[in-house]
Structures are given as C-alpha cells and as structure tokens.
C-alpha cells in the first residue's frame, strides 16, 4: 500500500471523537471520505498534517511513518483546508510568492498547476475581493507549491460554481495520473466521480465501501 493509515484514535477530553480510522490505498489513488457533520473527518485531516496529535495509531506513506518523520510530512503532504489560510491584504500574486520562487511561479503560470487551475486570470484581485471559488483555487496553487505526492482536500468543493469545480476536478485528474494519491472529505455527490474507494465515518468508526455511482447506497450507510 501507498497508504495505510491504521486505528488511528483522538479524544478531546472525555469525548471519544476518533475511536477506530483506518484508510489504506495504492499510489495514484483517490479516496472520498463521508460522514455526517460532526463525524471527525475534519479532526482526522489535522491529525494526519500535524496541526493535532492522535492518541493511537499508525499513519505510513510509501514506507515513511509520517507521525515521526515530520521533514517528510512537510515534503510529502499537501493540505487544503476548508477556510483557506490565505492572507487578506495580499493579492493572488503576492500570496503566490510567498510558496514559489520566480522561476517556478512563472513556469507553473505559464503552464502549470497554476494555468490548469486558472489562478492566471485574477493574480491582481485581492484576496478579500475575491469569490469563494478563486480562494479555493488559489489555496490548492499554494498548497502544491512543493509538488506534494499525498494532498488533503477538505470540502473542496464546497459553495463552488461549476467552472471552477472543473476547473479542481481537472487539476486532480491530472495530479492522480502523475502518481499523485488524495485523500477528499465531502458532502458533495459529485466529487465520489474521481474515488476510486470510499470510507465512511460513522459513530469514531470507519468502514469501507465501493461506489458504483448509487449514492444512495452510501447515504442510506452514513
């Protein structure tokens, strides 16, 4: 396995949020996780890029334990929140350079990452002026500044109008066929497209599931 995340646990005080998680995929792969509000997917995404510590559990990515070795995790990990940690004040290009260095910044513009995404068209706007598409957009450029082979997407999808949902699905077509492997919690039916499993969140517990575009199948388990 690429991945193999195994029982992974986490209590906030007496509440028991995580009780058993694991997920384990191939390289190349994408995973949507489900869960109603409330399921710790969300706990489970800063568990695995180290904003908080589990309790339990094993997190490897292609050999290298990722709880231990956090110059790897920073390497390795992509993670794209649902509020992005973009600063306000700032334009799209000036967020932009605080990730990337000249060369790569024009290359990935150019024809890139940053091109297939279309942060190209609004790189003047301020981050504060902008819709919750281009925010989006440009946090995913950021985040895979450093060419992460494991990214996190929480809510990607969230709130979007359906060219920039292109616009994230066509990115991470192309970010799986590059060996990329993702990890996607959603709400959004559309995004299971690009899963190759689902797990779903249920009472700190996860189970598996094949998709076979019934979603009701999934609902009727969440």
């Known amino acids: 396995m690429s991945l193999s995340i195994n029982n992974i646990k986490k209590n906030y005080g007496k509440k028991q949020v995580l009780k058993s998680i694991s997920v384990n995929v191939e390289k190349g792969k994408c ?7 409330g399921s710790g997917k969300s706990t489970f995404f800063n568990v695995l890029s180290g904003i908080c510590k589990c309790d339990s559990g ?13 110059k790897s995790r920073s390497k390795l990990l992509g993670y794209i929140t649902q509020n992005p940690p973009l600063i306000d004040e700032l334009s ?4 932009l350079k605080l990730w990337y260095n000249k060369k790569s910044l024009q290359a990935e513009l150019e024809n890139g990452v ?21 925010k989006k957009r ?3 450029g950021c985040a895979v500044a450093h060419r992460p082979s494991l990214l996190l997407l929480d809510e990607p999808s969230a709130a979007l109008d ?11 077509t192309q970010f799986k066929a590059n060996g990329g492997t993702v990890l996607i919690a959603t709400h959004d039916i559309q995004d299971l497209e690009f899963c190759d499993k689902i797990v779903i969140f249920k009472d700190g517990i996860s189970q598996q599931y ?11 388990a969440l």
């Not at 995973?31 to 509000?37: A, D, K, R, S």
């Not at 799209?92 to 967020?95: E, I, T």
């Not at 359906?162 to 991470?172: D, G, M, V």
């Open 31 to 37: 995973v949507g996780i489900l869960g109603l509000n």
């Open 58 to 70: 094993t997190f490897l990515f292609d050999g290298v334990d990722m709880f231990s070795d956090k």
């Open 92 to 95: 799209g290009l000036d967020n």
């Open 114 to 134: 940053l091109k297939l995404l279309g942060v190209d068209e609004f790189l003047k706007v301020k981050v504060s002026k902008m819709s919750g598409g281009m």
């Open 138 to 140: 440009l946090a995913i």
């Open 162 to 172: 359906l060219q920039c949902k292109e616009r994230i699905a066509a990115y991470l």
């Open 210 to 220: 094949s998709y076979d575009g019934d979603a009701s199948k999934l609902i009727a």
